[in-house]
C-alpha cells in the first residue's frame, strides 16, 4: 500500500473518497459528492465550509491602520475591505454591514476554487486546443506556400511550352512564306527568260533577211516589235514581318495568374456555454420557417396562410397572405430587405416588395421546396419533381435559370426524391449547403455543383438518429443544421467537421436563421416560439 495514501484524510460519511468540505453546526467532514447528500437531512440547519478553512487553518489576520494593536477580523461589506473591531463598532465603518472575515474568505475561496476548476477543466484545455490548432496551422501554412510556388513553377513551365509552340509554329510559317515568295520570283524568272528567248530568235531571223536575196523571206515578214515592247509586269510581293506587339508587364501578370493578397480575419470562437437571450412567441400552432430581417426583426411562417414579421418582443409588426390563401412552403429575406415565398399550390417563387406580392418563378412539372438568396442577390430553390421521383437545386438570376444541381460526376442524384422540404443555404465561401432530412444528411457541393462532402451525424453517435432540417451558415463560415429529434443544432466547419452542439433547452428545433452579428434564431416546431442564441 502506498504509505502516502494514509495521509488522506476521507470523507465520514462514503469513507472512500477524500474530503473537501466539512458542516461546522453538525462537525462531520465530507466529499463534494456527498454535501448534497447530507443536505438531505432537513432536521437540522447545516452551515458547509472547506474543510481547509475549518480544519488545521490558523487564520493570518491583517492589522488596523489605526489600531495597530487589534487584528482585522470583520469584514465590511460597504467598503469591501477586512476592519477591527473598533472600528466597525466606533470608528468609520460605524452603522455598516459587518461580517465575520473567516466566513467570507471562506465564500471567497469557495469563489477561488470554481474559478481554479473553471479554469484548469474547460477554460485551459481550450487554450491548449486553440495553441496546438495554430501549431497545425503554422505546418499547414508552410505546406500550402510550398505548393503556391510549385504552382508557380508548373505554370512557368507551362508557359515556357506554349512559347516554344509559338515561336517553332512562326518559324514554321517563315520558311512556308519563303518558299512561297521563291516559287513567285523563279515564276516570273521563266516567263522573263521565255521571252527573251523569243526576242533572240527573232533578232537571228532578221539578220538573215537582212543577209539574204530571198524576196520570199522578206515579203513574209512580220514585225513582232510591238509585242516585244509591252514588258513584263513587274512582281512587287512586299516582304512579311514579324511585329510582336509591346509587352504589357501588367497584363502579362495577370494572364500567368496572380497572387491574391494575404488576408487576415479574427474568426470569433465559440462560447462553451451558448446562452439563450431572447423568446418570440409567434403565435402559430406549429412553427417551420424564421428569416432575420434585421437583429431584432424577424420574418417566420407556420402552418397557416399568413407569414408574420415579429420583434424581439412577439410585437406583430406586419402581416402577409400568400396570393393563393394557401400556406407558404419556405420564406427567405433577400439582399434588399424583401421577403421571398415558395407555394407548392401552383408552383410558384413569389416576391414580396412594399407589401405587393409579384410572381418572379412560375415552375412547369416541379414543385418548388426550400429557397435562400445568395451574396449574388441570386436566388437557390429546391425543387421536386411532380411524380416525386427527381429532386434538384436550381439558381435563378432574377426570373432566369443559370445552373441547376442534380447529379454527379458518376450521374448519381445529390438529393433524396419525396415529398419533404430540403431546407438550402448559402455559406460565405459560396457553397450551397442542403439539409435533407430523408437522406439523413447535410449535402454540400461548391458553386460549380460539385460535392465537396456529406455529414451524416457526429461520428461518435450511433444510436440516435440525424435528421436535418432547417440549415444556416454564418460569417465563420460555420454550418449549423437543426436535429429536430434530438433537441439540439450541430455546428460543422467550412469543410464538414463537427465542431460541437447547442442545446439551451430548445425543443424540436427546425428553421434556422442567423442575423449579421451571429446571433442564432431557432424555429421550434410545436412551442412555435422562436429562440434568440448567442453561441459565438
Same mark, same amino acid.
Given at each position: 500500500?502506498?504509505?502516502?495514501?494514509?495521509?488522506?484524510? &476521507?470523507?465520514?460519511?462514503?469513507?472512500?473518497?477524500? &474530503?473537501?468540505?466539512?458542516?461546522?453546526?453538525?462537525?462531520?467532514?465530507?466529499?463534494?459528492?456527498?454535501?448534497?447528500?447530507?443536505?438531505?437531512?432537513?432536521?437540522?440547519?447545516?452551515?458547509?465550509?472547506?474543510?481547509?478553512?475549518?480544519?488545521?487553518?490558523?487564520?493570518?489576520?491583517?492589522?488596523?491602520?489605526?489600531?495597530?494593536?487589534?487584528?482585522?477580523?470583520?469584514?465590511?461589506?460597504?467598503?469591501?475591505?477586512?476592519?477591527?473591531?473598533?472600528?466597525?463598532? =466606533?470608528?468609520?465603518?460605524?452603522?455598516?454591514?459587518?461580517?465575520?472575515?473567516?466566513?467570507?474568505?471562506?465564500?471567497?475561496?469557495?469563489?477561488?476554487?470554481?474559478?481554479?476548476?473553471?479554469?484548469?477543466?474547460?477554460?485551459?484545455?481550450?487554450?491548449?486546443?486553440?495553441?496546438?490548432?495554430?501549431?497545425?496551422?503554422?505546418?499547414?501554412?508552410?505546406?500550402?506556400?510550398?505548393?503556391?510556388?510549385?504552382?508557380?513553377?508548373?505554370?512557368?513551365?507551362?508557359?515556357?511550352?506554349?512559347?516554344?509552340?509559338?515561336?517553332?509554329?512562326?518559324?514554321?510559317?517563315?520558311?512556308?512564306?519563303?518558299?512561297?515568295?521563291?516559287?513567285?520570283?523563279?515564276?516570273?524568272?521563266?516567263?522573263?527568260?521565255?521571252?527573251?528567248?523569243?526576242?533572240?530568235?527573232?533578232?537571228?531571223?532578221?539578220?538573215?533577211?537582212?543577209?539574204?536575196?530571198?524576196?520570199? !523571206?522578206?515579203?513574209?515578214?512580220?514585225?513582232?516589235?510591238?509585242?516585244?515592247?509591252? !514588258?513584263?509586269?513587274?512582281?512587287?510581293?512586299?516582304?512579311?514581318?514579324?511585329?510582336?506587339?509591346?509587352?504589357?508587364?501588367?497584363?502579362?501578370?495577370?494572364?500567368?495568374?496572380?497572387?491574391?493578397?494575404?488576408?487576415?480575419?479574427?474568426?470569433?470562437?465559440?462560447?462553451?456555454?451558448?446562452?439563450?437571450?431572447?423568446?418570440?412567441?409567434?403565435?402559430?400552432?406549429?412553427? &417551420?420557417?424564421?428569416?432575420?430581417?434585421?437583429?431584432?426583426?424577424?420574418?417566420?411562417?407556420?402552418?397557416?396562410?399568413?407569414?408574420?414579421?415579429?420583434? !424581439?418582443?412577439?410585437?406583430?409588426?406586419?402581416?402577409?397572405?400568400?396570393?393563393?390563401?394557401?400556406?407558404?412552403?419556405?420564406?427567405?429575406?433577400?439582399?434588399?430587405?424583401? &421577403?421571398?415565398?415558395?407555394?407548392?399550390?401552383?408552383?410558384?417563387?413569389?416576391?414580396?416588395?412594399?407589401?405587393?406580392?409579384?410572381?418572379?418563378?412560375?415552375?412547369?412539372?416541379?414543385?418548388?421546396?426550400?429557397?435562400?438568396?445568395?451574396?449574388?442577390?441570386?436566388?437557390?430553390?429546391?425543387?421536386?419533381?411532380?411524380?416525386?421521383?427527381?429532386?434538384?437545386?436550381?439558381?435563378?438570376?432574377?426570373?432566369?435559370?443559370?445552373?441547376?444541381?442534380? =447529379?454527379?460526376?458518376?450521374?448519381?442524384?445529390?438529393?433524396?426524391?419525396?415529398?419533404?422540404?430540403?431546407?438550402?443555404?448559402?455559406?460565405?465561401?459560396?457553397?450551397?449547403?442542403?439539409?435533407?432530412?430523408?437522406?439523413?444528411?447535410?449535402?454540400?457541393?461548391?458553386?460549380?455543383?460539385?460535392?465537396?462532402?456529406?455529414?451524416?451525424?457526429?461520428?461518435?453517435?450511433?444510436?440516435?438518429?440525424?435528421?436535418?432540417?432547417?440549415?444556416?451558415?454564418?460569417?465563420?463560415?460555420?454550418?449549423?443544421?437543426?436535429?429536430?429529434?434530438?433537441?439540439?443544432?450541430?455546428?460543422?466547419?467550412?469543410?464538414?467537421?463537427?465542431?460541437?452542439?447547442?442545446?439551451?433547452?430548445?425543443?424540436?428545433?427546425?428553421?434556422?436563421?442567423?442575423?449579421?452579428?451571429?446571433?442564432?434564431?431557432?424555429?421550434?416546431?410545436?412551442?412555435?416560439?422562436?429562440?434568440?442564441?448567442?453561441?459565438?
Amino acid at each position: 500500500m502506498d504509505p502516502r495514501a494514509q495521509d488522506v484524510l &476521507l470523507c465520514d460519511l462514503c469513507e472512500t473518497d477524500p &474530503l473537501q468540505y466539512c458542516c461546522e453546526r453538525c462537525g462531520i467532514n465530507l466529499c463534494s459528492d456527498c454535501v448534497s447528500k447530507h443536505f438531505s437531512d432537513s432536521s437540522k440547519k447545516h452551515k458547509i465550509a472547506p474543510y481547509h478553512i475549518h480544519r488545521k487553518f490558523t487564520p493570518k489576520y491583517s492589522k488596523c491602520r489605526k489600531h495597530a494593536d487589534e487584528d482585522c477580523k470583520l469584514y465590511c461589506e460597504n467598503c469591501h475591505i477586512p476592519v477591527c473591531s473598533t472600528c466597525a463598532l =466606533f470608528g468609520e465603518h460605524k452603522g455598516h454591514d459587518i461580517s465575520d472575515i473567516l466566513e467570507k474568505l471562506g465564500s471567497k475561496k469557495q469563489r477561488i476554487q470554481k474559478d481554479l476548476e473553471e479554469l484548469e477543466k474547460k477554460i485551459y484545455p481550450r487554450y491548449k486546443e486553440i495553441s496546438s490548432a495554430a501549431q497545425t496551422e503554422k505546418v499547414e501554412v508552410e505546406t500550402n506556400y510550398g505548393k503556391l510556388a510549385t504552382s508557380a513553377d508548373q505554370q512557368g513551365e507551362v508557359w515556357h511550352r506554349e512559347v516554344t509552340a509559338i515561336v517553332n509554329k512562326r518559324k514554321a510559317d517563315i520558311v512556308e512564306t519563303k518558299k512561297t515568295h521563291i516559287s513567285l520570283l523563279d515564276k516570273h524568272a521563266d516567263e522573263i527568260t521565255h521571252r527573251m528567248t523569243e526576242i533572240y530568235q527573232a533578232i537571228l531571223e532578221m539578220k538573215n533577211i537582212l543577209d539574204t536575196n530571198d524576196i520570199s !523571206l522578206t515579203s513574209t515578214y512580220k514585225s513582232r516589235n510591238d509585242e516585244f515592247n509591252k !514588258l513584263p509586269p513587274t512582281i512587287k510581293v512586299t516582304l512579311p514581318s514579324l511585329s510582336p506587339p509591346t509587352i504589357n508587364t501588367e497584363t502579362l501578370n495577370e494572364m500567368f495568374g496572380l497572387l491574391t493578397s494575404l488576408s487576415v480575419t479574427t474568426v470569433g470562437s465559440l462560447l462553451a456555454d451558448p446562452c439563450h437571450t431572447a423568446t418570440i412567441d409567434t403565435g402559430y400552432n406549429k412553427l &417551420l420557417s424564421v428569416s432575420c430581417l434585421s437583429e431584432d426583426q424577424v420574418w417566420t411562417r407556420g402552418n397557416n396562410e399568413t407569414m408574420k414579421l415579429l420583434n !424581439l418582443q412577439s410585437k406583430l409588426l406586419t402581416s402577409i397572405h400568400t396570393k393563393s390563401g394557401r400556406q407558404p412552403r419556405d420564406i427567405a429575406v433577400t439582399r434588399d430587405g424583401n &421577403l421571398v415565398y415558395t407555394d407548392t399550390s401552383n408552383n410558384t417563387v413569389n416576391l414580396i416588395k412594399n407589401k405587393k406580392i409579384r410572381t418572379v418563378i412560375t415552375l412547369q412539372g416541379w414543385g418548388p421546396r426550400s429557397v435562400c438568396c445568395t451574396a449574388a442577390n441570386h436566388l437557390l430553390v429546391t425543387m421536386v419533381s411532380d411524380d416525386v421521383k427527381q429532386s434538384k437545386v436550381v439558381r435563378y438570376s432574377g426570373s432566369t435559370e443559370t445552373q441547376s444541381i442534380q =447529379f454527379d460526376d458518376q450521374s448519381r442524384p445529390f438529393y433524396s426524391s419525396d415529398y419533404y422540404n430540403k431546407y438550402i443555404s448559402e455559406n460565405k465561401n459560396l457553397d450551397i449547403c442542403v439539409a435533407d432530412w430523408s437522406a439523413r444528411a447535410v449535402v454540400v457541393v461548391n458553386q460549380s455543383g460539385k460535392l465537396r462532402f456529406r455529414y451524416t451525424g457526429h461520428p461518435s453517435n450511433t444510436k440516435q438518429s440525424f435528421n436535418p432540417a432547417g440549415i444556416t451558415t454564418d460569417s465563420q463560415s460555420h454550418i449549423l443544421t437543426a436535429d429536430r429529434d434530438n433537441n439540439r443544432i450541430h455546428i460543422l466547419d467550412q469543410d464538414g467537421q463537427f465542431l460541437r452542439y447547442i442545446h439551451c433547452d430548445l425543443e424540436s428545433p427546425w428553421g434556422l436563421c442567423v442575423d449579421i452579428r451571429n446571433n442564432l434564431f431557432v424555429a421550434e416546431y410545436y412551442t412555435a416560439k422562436v429562440k434568440k442564441i448567442q453561441y459565438l
